[in-house]
Nanobody, 125 residues
Framework: QVQLVESGGGLAQPGGSLRLSCATS????????MSWARQAPGKGLEWMCSVYNDGSETHYADSVKGRFTISRDNVKNTVYLQMNSLKPEDTALYYC?????WGRGYFAPEEYDYRGQGTQVTVSS
């Protein structure tokens, strides 16, 4: 079955960096667009970014554009999120997502499945 296992979260200071990883299994990773989303306490799930199945194109929400970078390794079946210039408002539970259909292209934020347990990111001094 599809498995998405996020890791790499933790405590960071404002202005600091973290790198999240999402190891996947149970599907043909290279055929699917992947994304990252987050959920802050008391708020809904917020889509942040996505990367095409071949890594050729990425998309970002305005809230993270210029600070976060999504990438993928189709040999290791892993998607990454490099987070720089972290802010306290980045504090949230972070999830990786798999597009609901295979193929290259842009998918709307609601067209992803988020099945992992998430990894907690806390930004505080």
């Amino acid at each position: 079955q599809v498995q998405l296992v996020e890791s790499g979260g933790g405590l960071a200071q404002p202005g600091g960096s973290l790198r999240l990883s999402c190891a996947t299994s149970g599907f043909t990773f290279s055929a699917y667009v992947m994304s990252w989303a987050r959920q802050a306490p008391g708020k809904g799930l917020e889509w942040m970014c996505s990367v095409y199945n071949d890594g050729s194109e990425t998309h970002y929400a305005d809230s993270v554009k210029g600070r976060f970078t999504i990438s993928r390794d189709n040999v290791k079946n892993t998607v990454y999120l490099q987070m720089n210039s972290l802010k306290p408002e980045d504090t949230a539970l972070y999830y990786c997502g798999k597009a609901q259909r295979w193929g290259r292209g842009y998918f709307a934020p609601e067209e992803y499945d988020y099945r992992g347990q998430g990894t907690q990111v806390t930004v505080s001094s």
